[in-house]
């Protein structure tokens, strides 16, 4: 199950879309394995679309919420709508991404899961 406040789903589409789109591209003119067996291809994915992720979240998890002033005790409260998933706002899932993209380079090329 998927938890995701807002536009938080993000996070898991652009990685997605990107990747998608990027081995069906690379497919059409290396072959059509290319970009599941090269040690390269989807990392570097990864790490674009981390980007992308980052740069979307920011852009709109920065945007300033509504003020409005409580009646009663004349107290202000600040409504403004988050863009998480899984309780992480979307910019910081950047760098969950990025992570993956290391770890998956790193047992690309053997450093770890030697088979």
């Known amino acids: 199950m998927v938890v995701w406040k807002g536009w938080g789903i993000l996070a898991l589409i652009i990685p997605l879309v990107i990747s998608l789109a990027t081995g069906s591209t690379l497919g059409s003119y290396y072959g059509e394995n290319f970009y599941k067996d090269s040690t390269w291809a989807m990392p570097l994915v990864l ?18 919420g509504k003020i409005v002033i409580d009646p009663e005790n004349n107290e202000q409260i600040e409504l403004k ?11 910081y899932w950047s760098l969950i991404i990025l992570a ?15 088979g």
Do not use: D, E, R
């Not at 992308?52 to 709109?60: C, D, L």
């Not at 993956?100 to 030697?114: H, P, R, S, T």
């Open 47 to 64: 790490c674009v679309s981390s980007v992308i992720v980052f740069m979307v979240g920011y852009k709109i998890n920065s945007k300033l």
């Open 81 to 91: 709508t988050t863009h998480s998933m899984f309780w992480i706002p979307l910019q």
């Open 100 to 114: 993956m993209a290391i770890w998956m380079y790193v047992a690309n090329i053997g450093l770890i899961y030697k």
